[in-house]
């Protein structure tokens, strides 16, 4: 971004938001947003890609992940599992096993302990402990190109978001209620767990 002098051509445009623009321009699909940023990113795509082309050239890769520094010594974040919620709305959860048993999931049933959901990998699955409607995979598995996502049967998420408010409150969470107020309008409510 420095040696295409993004910034020095384009003042107004902010350093932070101009990383995240460049980043979606050359790594990511696309820019997807609108407006003036948009165009002033774009009058520069050429010179963006060309630097690119550039930097793989000096560091003697081909692929946009060769270009990834390796860490060494630094610990790797925990890996988390995927969460999947299956929206009741348009199916229902045993349809949705069934579905992924069919693709070759091999599903391990409802988790008794929270630590079975770490030991999951490959092509596994299971019921989570404490919500019926909520699949648990092992981390890394994507679902951005599933049908069932694409479709809407199901929905991809943190497991705090699979609960609703009566569960976070039980798990001793911060959760946010509203209520209708005179008028029509809405009124805000902290609640803790007891």
């Known amino acids: 971004m420095d040696r295409a002098a993004l910034l020095k051509a384009e003042k107004k445009l902010p350093p932070h ?3 995240v623009l460049v980043y979606d321009l050359l790594f990511g699909k696309g820019l997807k947003c609108g407006g003036r940023w948009k165009v002033l990113v774009l009058k520069h795509q050429a010179r963006l890609q060309a630097e690119l082309a550039r930097l793989k050239v000096r560091r003697k890769v081909s692929c946009n992940e060769d270009l990834l520094v390796p860490t060494e010594g630094v610990s790797q974040a925990p890996q988390v ?8 709305l348009k199916t229902c959860k045993d349809d949705v096993v069934d ?3 069919r693709q070759g999931y ?5 988790a ?4 079975e959901l770490s030991s999951l990998s490959g092509k596994q ?3 989570d402990p404490h919500l019926p409607e909520l699949l648990v995979f092992p981390p890394q598995t994507d679902f951005h190109e599933n049908r069932l996502y694409i479709a809407g049967h199901i929905i991809l ?3 705090v978001w699979g609960a609703g408010a ?11 209620a509203k209520r209708e107020g005179p008028g029509g309008g809405s009124a805000v409510e902290w609640s803790e767990a007891w």
């Open 99 to 101: 579905y992924f048993k």
């Open 81 to 88: 599992p995927r969460y999947v919620r299956v929206n009741t």
């Open 166 to 176: 009566r569960e976070r409150l039980w798990w001793g969470w911060k959760t946010q």
């Open 112 to 115: 008794a302990r929270m630590e």
């Open 157 to 159: 998420q943190d497991k």
């Open 106 to 110: 091999s599903y391990l049933g409802r």
């Open 125 to 127: 699955f299971l019921l």
């Open 17 to 19: 938001l101009a990383k």
